[in-house]
């Protein structure tokens, strides 16, 4: 679903296009994504992670196959449509799992190590498809993701199981949850309700009586601002992830002069400590007891380096290429945390549903930037991209610095 930005040269020769329509044409899948993920969480929370993820693969892996047959840009938008409204939910699912087999203080490590998975699957596409797209083209690329959701297949079936009822409970109602901004708020586990009671780690769903945890977790979250400041940030930091990894190889081709291959190795290599920031933001915001402490760091360093990218090719050009590097890692390094805050938030009973539409609002943010710095790069140029994914890290700071508390004395519930 990810591949397309690393194939962009070979889709623009293939059909003819414009940098910005070929961006476009990329952000398709996540269009897909949006509108159908909240949908494919319902059947998450309903029917299990695991026959939700084989679906999705088997659906992602035709539609895929359907670009040897379609004709056309139509054509192809289209099945990347349907490519991104297939392939969404494994995330939210894989998420789903992570919150049923571990407790609060070992979540945002697990989370962080499953969220390695997008940063080393897009590192492993732009080092393989731009390979397969200069020798056999644009649809022969797009097939190599197809082969590998069927070799998935298998594995989901036998290993994507839910935990025994005895430990999904025991991780549900296990040690407090850290909080997702610090140890002063009301946090998302069982430690602390949805009335602000605290309960204490350990305490059983029997003792607390009338506020029971699964009495408070069938409540909707979403009637609270605490899960939609979660939900906005991440929106917020999505503009310069996306920018990022949708335009950086086509920045190193057409500014710097560089081959595809040899550009979409670079930047592959750079999903490398991309994913690894992951585990390690895990490790910090459990012992912090804070999940939004560390994005908005990681939040100040991005749009710091994204300015100076947007000032080197004026000031010093040889600083462009290593800061181009610093901004894709950093830029993917705060998802593991958002997807723990939000399904924290939410409670296992809701942990499908917030995490689809946790992707789902990210898919908008997919769908848009694409667009918006295509406009961005026609009127002006490739690097003012990068001055505007800068202010929109500048808002992300600004919104995971937002205080709640006042809505947490008065009841609700702390993100």
């Not at 269009?31 to 998450?44: D, K």
């Not at 029917?47 to 670009?67: P, V």
């Not at 069982?190 to 009335?195: T, Y």
């Not at 938030?345 to 609002?361: E, F, I, K, V």
């Amino acid at each position: 679903m990810f591949g397309v930005p690393f194939v962009l040269p070979a889709l623009r020769e293939a059909y003819g296009l414009s940098i910005a329509q070929a961006g476009t044409l990329a952000g398709l899948p996540a269009f897909g994504l949006l509108v159908t993920l909240f949908g494919w969480g319902v059947v998450i929370d309903r029917y299990g992670e695991r026959f939700t993820m084989t679906a999705s693969l088997l659906l992602t892996a035709l539609c895929l196959g359907l670009l040897g047959v379609v004709d056309g840009v139509f054509g192809v938008g289209a099945v990347l449509v349907g490519v991104g409204a297939s392939g969404g939910p494994v995330n939210a699912a894989g998420g789903r799992l992570v919150m049923a087999w571990f407790d609060a203080r070992r979540r945002g490590l697990a989370m962080g190590i499953r969220q390695m998975a997008q940063p080393v699957g897009m590192g492993a596409s732009a080092a393989l498809m731009p390979l397969v797209a200069e020798h056999w083209g644009f649809v022969a690329a797009m097939l190599l993701p197809a082969g590998l959701a069927l070799v998935m297949v298998p594995p989901v079936v036998v290993f994507a199981r839910p935990p025994e009822r005895g430990a999904a409970a025991a991780a549900e109602v296990g040690p407090a949850a850290p909080p997702a901004d610090g140890p002063t708020a009301a946090t998302s586990d069982e430690s602390a309700n949805r009335d602000g009671r605290s309960e204490g780690p350990g305490r059983s769903a029997a003792a607390s009586g009338a506020h029971s945890p699964t009495a408070f977790r069938s409540r909707s979250p979403y009637r609270h601002a605490a899960i939609w400041r979660l939900h906005a940030v991440s929106m917020l930091l999505g503009v310069p992830q996306f920018s990022m990894t949708t335009y950086a190889l086509v920045y190193l081709v057409s500014v710097h002069g560089w081959a595809a291959p040899a550009a979409g190795a670079l930047v592959g290599a750079t999903m490398v400590p991309g994913a690894l920031a992951r585990p390690v933001l895990g490790v910090v915001s459990d012992r912090l007891g804070s999940r939004l402490r560390p994005v908005r760091v990681l939040a100040a360093a991005s749009g710091t380096a994204l300015v100076l990218l947007a000032l080197s090719a004026g000031v010093l050009p040889a600083a462009s290429v290593p800061l181009l590097l610093t901004c894709l890692v950093l830029a993917v390094a705060h998802n593991g945390l958002m997807f723990t805050a939000v399904a924290e938030t939410a409670g296992l009973a809701w942990a499908g549903r917030a995490m689809a539409a946790q992707n789902s609002l990210q898919a908008v943010s997919n769908t848009l930037t694409p667009m918006l710095m295509g406009v961005v790069i026609h009127l002006w140029s490739i690097d003012a991209v990068y001055a505007c994914a800068a202010a929109f890290c500048a808002a992300a700071a600004a919104v995971a610095s937002l205080s709640l508390r006042p809505a947490q004395q008065a009841g609700a519930p702390a993100p």
